[in-house]
């Protein structure tokens, strides 16, 4: 009797003892298994770095401006904003609206950046001019048609187009043109210790590539390709370092006066 007693005794705490070490091990699988999902889950919206979009000009069968030399604007256009997006990426998000030789409609590109919620819009382009001595770097922002021909002296009036309906000429991006004017400044600042002989301003257009974006955007033509020398310049490695670097500046200047 005693004997048989001991055996269900221990048959009972062998009973319990396994019962524990099957809790214990479940328990430690809901912990690490939570512990991981928990990692996901965070770290999903954790990239909180501002958002660039680099807006590489033209692309496929529209090559932009050709050099004397032969090289296209398309090409250094996506050239230089790879160079730019290698020096943002520590600290920012970049996003293209082209990574590759093929043609992207202006609307998309902005619509490209608004989706993004982009906190920054930088379109690259190269001018031109028929007389190859011509050069000069300019930092665009955009300006509402009628605001310009206000400027030029015509006079605001009622924008009307040739059917007589009344043009809507207040686009998503006039409500950022204070601080794209103030952007467009700063780059302009930032990129005068690279532009050589060529000099820098900063003007305004209506440009179409700008107007859609809901965020301060600039677009920066780095100089005319018809110029020979700035052509060699745009073809150089080392210069276009240099302008990316200076553009990345620019970009950390103008958030760090924004704050
Ligand atoms: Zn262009």
């Known amino acids: 009797m005693q004997s ?16 524990c070490v099957f809790l214990m091990v479940m328990i430690f699988v809901l912990s690490v298994n939570t512990r991981f999902s928990a990692a996901a889950t965070s770290d999903a919206p954790t990239d909180k770095r501002r958002v660039i979009v680099l807006d590489p000009g033209h692309g496929g069968n529209d090559i932009g401006v050709r050099g004397t030399d032969g090289s296209f604007e398309k090409a250094i256009t996506l050239n230089l904003a790879r160079i730019i997006a290698k020096a943002l990426k520590p600290e920012y998000q970049v996003v293209f609206t082209r990574n590759g030789d093929y043609q992207v409609d202006l609307t998309r590109r902005t619509s490209i950046a ?42 605001p009036g009622d924008p009307k187009d ?18 794209s004017r103030i952007f467009a400044e700063t780059m302009k600042n930032k990129l005068a210790n690279t532009t050589g002989t060529a000099g820098i301003d900063v003007s305004h257009a209506a440009l179409r590539v700008l107007e859609g974006a809901d965020m301060p ?17 745009l073809n150089d490695p080392r210069f276009l370092l240099k302008v990316a670097e200076n553009i990345r500046n620019g970009i950390k200047t103008y958030f760090h006066f924004k704050k």
């Open 162 to 179: 040739a059917e007589g309906s009344i043009i809507f000429w207040d686009t998503v991006q006039a409500r950022h043109q204070k601080e």
């Open 217 to 233: 955007a600039i677009m920066i033509e780095t100089g005319y390709l018809t110029n020979p020398q700035t052509e060699k310049r």
């Open 114 to 155: 608004n989706h993004k919620k982009a906190d920054l819009f930088i379109s690259i382009h190269i001018g031109g001019s028929r007389q190859y001595q011509a050069d000069q770097w300019t930092v665009y922002y955009f300006i509402n048609p009628n605001q310009q021909e206000t400027e030029f002296g015509k006079g």
């Open 4 to 19: 048989v007693g001991m055996t269900q005794l221990e048959k009972t705490i062998r009973g319990y003892t396994y019962l």
